[in-house]
């Protein structure tokens, strides 16, 4: 086994079935994008993922299950979220609206409220978004 870099961590959703959903989607090949808050990255003070950039992919029990890597990253509008990139995150969406209606609630959600320190926060057309592509280079053994 070679010996290699701690990645940084890749998480998806919060620990619990929403995670285990959006692992098995990306590890399956059918989860190719994902869409976060520029807010959050401001509340966790986290810069934006280069393109290139690789990290391990951390399922609900906190073991690394695979290396994914930036294809791409965006920060545009919630109101400028294409059907491509719905389709993209793997997660059975049909149309843009059925996206936002999911993502809008884990946005709004206790969880995200309190990692943004702001229990009033909700999402319009304006916010902004970081549409990030990425791709499995490694299945991790475990």
């Known amino acids: 086994m ?32 994902t869409s976060g ?32 890597e930036v294809t791409g990253v965006r920060v545009l509008p919630l109101g400028g979220i294409g059907l491509q ?3 993209d995150e793997g997660e ?10 999911e993502h809008e609630r884990f946005w709004h959600s206790a969880e995200m409220r309190e990692a943004l320190g702001d229990p009033e926060f909700t999402v319009d057309d304006d916010t902004m978004i970081v549409a990030e592509r990425f791709r499995v280079v490694e299945l991790l053994p475990g």
């Open 2 to 33: 070679e010996n290699r870099e701690p990645l940084k961590p890749f998480l998806l959703g919060f620990p619990g079935p929403l995670r285990d959903t959006l692992v098995a989607a990306v590890l399956r090949g059918e989860k190719v994008s």
């Open 37 to 68: 808050l520029l807010a959050e990255y401001e509340a966790e003070k986290e810069e934006l993922p280069p393109v290139g950039e690789r990290s391990a992919l951390i399922d609900s029990q906190g073991r690394e299950v695979a290396v994914v």
């Open 85 to 87: 990139h719905a389709l």
């Open 92 to 101: 059975g969406y049909a149309s843009v609206a059925e996206w936002r209606v």
